[in-house]
């Protein structure tokens, strides 16, 4: 088993909560996690249909079978049980119940409703850099690292991306989609999937992918939200501040796993991949998604940001930091230039002055950290 740095926050909240709620993608490792965690509480999986219709047909017995408490996975299935479950832990604090679930949209809601102030929501996104790095795994390659993504199956030598992501992908539409949306044309959405794919790194532009897929813009939003719901995709928003200048507000749009990406884009191999188009924009959606899964593993939200304005300046990731901001320009060259740096000296003073660190993230070996514009390798990623 892979140790996950997510642990520590678990048994953190804990000392606080009588609920936690680990959310995620499927296969992400949530139930690994929680079940070799927890091996005294008592297991139930609510997508085993006997499972559900014993909670659903009497929720009160249900939750009395383990006096400790107990695991509930993929508990978006039997959303009623969370109103009965305030009840147990108004009733039994001392219980502990760690429920899971692969949804953000029924999850939060049936939370917000049902157990408001008493449960801690906690994210278990792919596999990090230095999850991977603690596991002995070699992650200085970085085009091997972006086409095999970062699934635990992938590196704990259960499966491979060539047979993973297909899978995975025909898993999704099957029972995530249909579950959230009635979509009559999957052909259609399997497109929209492939044209997201070939938009990371980019301004999301809803009515042009409407005229690409052929469907309406509300329905490509609608789309998108279930894309976000299911932690497939995920939206940088711009920084914004009543400026002079005209700052965009259209986010941008990455993916959870670049492993994803790339079965989506085509990518059949890393050899392919060094030589495409998109491995740049790939490049990036790593570093981006690895700082999110840091801030997700100490259980911070994610609170990153874009810099661009009207004149086509443009900081690639903004990570608050206390009071201030850290800035970092992503480059997927593997020798450095000087002219990665001009961003930086284009800012307006509204934004310098908040910034407390300045870095160039790229795939090179020299690096410079006493300076003002700090150059790293994306290895180096780990400690900031």
């Given at each position: ?301 994610a609170g990153l940001m874009f810099y661009r304005d009207s004149n086509g300046n443009e900081v690639d ?68």
């Amino acid at each position: 088993m892979i140790n996950r740095t997510l642990e520590d926050v678990i048994r953190e909240n804990l000392n606080y909560f009588s609920v936690v709620m680990v959310t995620g993608p499927r296969q992400s490792g949530k139930t690994t996690l929680i079940k070799s965690m927890f091996p005294e509480l008592p297991y139930f999986s609510l997508e085993n249909p006997d499972t559900k219709e014993m909670a659903m047909t009497d929720p009160v017995a249900f939750l009395a079978q383990g006096t400790g408490g107990m695991i509930l996975d993929e508990v978006q299935n039997t959303p009623v049980l969370l109103s009965y479950l305030q009840g147990v832990v108004d009733e039994h604090p001392q219980r502990k119940f760690i429920l899971s679930g692969s949804s953000q949209f029924s999850l939060q809601s049936s939370i917000t409703q049902s157990l408001a102030g008493r449960t801690a929501v906690l994210e278990l996104l792919p596999l990090s850099l230095q999850e991977l790095l603690d596991n002995d795994t070699d992650i200085s390659v970085a085009d091997r690292m972006i086409y095999s993504g970062f699934y635990p199956s992938v590196h704990a030598d259960i499966n491979i991306p060539r047979l993973f992501y297909p899978a995975y992908v025909r898993t999704y539409l099957e029972r995530d989609v249909r579950g959230f949306l009635q979509i009559s044309d999957l052909y259609r959405f399997q497109t929209f999937l492939k044209l997201c794919a070939g938009r990371i790194g980019s301004l999301f532009n809803a009515s042009e992918l409407s005229n690409e897929v052929g469907v309406a813009v509300n329905t490509i939003r609608a789309w998108l939200s279930v894309l976000q719901a299911s932690y497939i995709v995920f939206m940088l928003h711009p920084y914004f501040e009543n400026t002079r200048k005209r700052l965009t507000k259209t986010p941008k749009l990455y993916f959870y796993d670049t492993g994803l990406a790339c079965y989506l884009m085509g990518i059949e191999n890393d050899r392919q991949l060094s030589t495409d188009r998109m491995r740049g924009h790939l490049f990036e959606n790593m570093v981006i998604a690895d700082m999110m899964k840091q801030r997700a593993n100490a259980g911070r939200e994610a609170g990153l940001m874009f810099y661009r304005d009207s004149n086509g300046n443009e900081v690639d990731l903004l990570v608050p930091k206390g009071t201030g901001i850290e800035a970092y320009e992503i480059k997927s060259a593997a020798t450095y230039s000087p002219s990665f740096e001009t961003v930086f000296h284009k800012l307006p003073e509204q934004l310098s002055s908040q910034l407390t660190r300045r870095a160039v993230i790229y795939n090179g070996s020299q690096e410079r950290r006493d300076a003002d514009i700090e150059v790293l390798h994306y290895v180096s990623l780990l400690s900031v």
